[in-house]
């Protein structure tokens, strides 16, 4: 498992939290694995309690499941939660997508181009992890721009399912679609064309499921 460093005035509940969810979305913890209340806790430095209670939490998304007398276990890939997921990001950020294509400025497109920019650097590296940091650093920016931030956090409660799907994704080597995809949706903010924006997002996301009978022959055991 790999371990993030505690941020500052983060809550020992939230660091848990973050801890275990960045390391079942990154398949550290992979889909049917046990999971060890008290290595977790010796590992992050914690009591079992905010470990236990992060657990719980996770549980109410579907992502973990506790097992009575048994201890906590990584849920396999189920993918009709990743469908739902991918329906209610796609709902929400269609619209933030073409809010902020009416209000992005010229800082905002320059930092988006260099987003993308690093995107395409790391790809080429095959570091998957900086990757991914910075494709879904390209769609919180959208929500920023919007103005939308509780929208964003309320989406990332749903969207573990569907980013660990992304995750393994990567692994079948989609990044440079998805950099090309990105680019189209800079194209049509940086012209205010923002139906275009809007499509282009909802074909972006579509496109998740393309891969998906080739993720399936590939990691079979990780899905429900």
């Known amino acids: 498992m790999r371990i993030l460093e505690k941020k500052y005035k ?69 993918m009709n939660l990743v469908e739902e997921s991918c329906f209610i990001r796609a709902t929400i950020e269609s619209a933030v997508t073409e809010l902020a294509c009416k209000k992005a400025e010229s800082k905002d497109i320059d930092a988006l181009e260099e987003n993308i920019v690093l995107q395409e650097f790391y790809y080429t590296k095959q570091n998957y992890d900086k990757f991914m940091e910075y494709d879904n650093a390209f769609h919180k920016a959208m929500y920023e721009i919007a103005g939308r931030m509780l929208s964003y956090y309320t989406v ?31 194209a049509a903010v940086k012209q205010h064309d923002c139906e275009k924006a809007k499509k282009e997002f909802l074909q972006h996301i579509n496109r998740t ?16």
């Open 10 to 78: 983060e809550t020992n509940h939230d660091y848990a939290f973050r801890v275990i969810k960045e390391n079942i979305v990154d398949l550290e913890l992979q889909p049917g694995s046990m999971i060890s209340e008290q290595e977790i806790a010796s590992m992050l430095d914690l009591s079992r309690t905010p470990v236990h209670e992060a657990l719980q939490e996770l549980a109410k998304t579907k992502i973990v499941e506790i097992l009575p007398q048994r201890g906590s276990l990584v849920s396999l890939i189920d």
């Open 156 to 186: 990332q409660l749903m969207n573990i399912h569907h980013n660990r799907f992304r995750t393994l994704g990567l692994h079948i080597s989609n990044a440079a679609r998805i950099v090309s995809e990105h680019r189209t949706i800079l």
């Open 209 to 224: 499921f393309i891969d998906e009978k080739e993720i399936r022959q590939k990691y079979p055991a990780y899905f429900k």
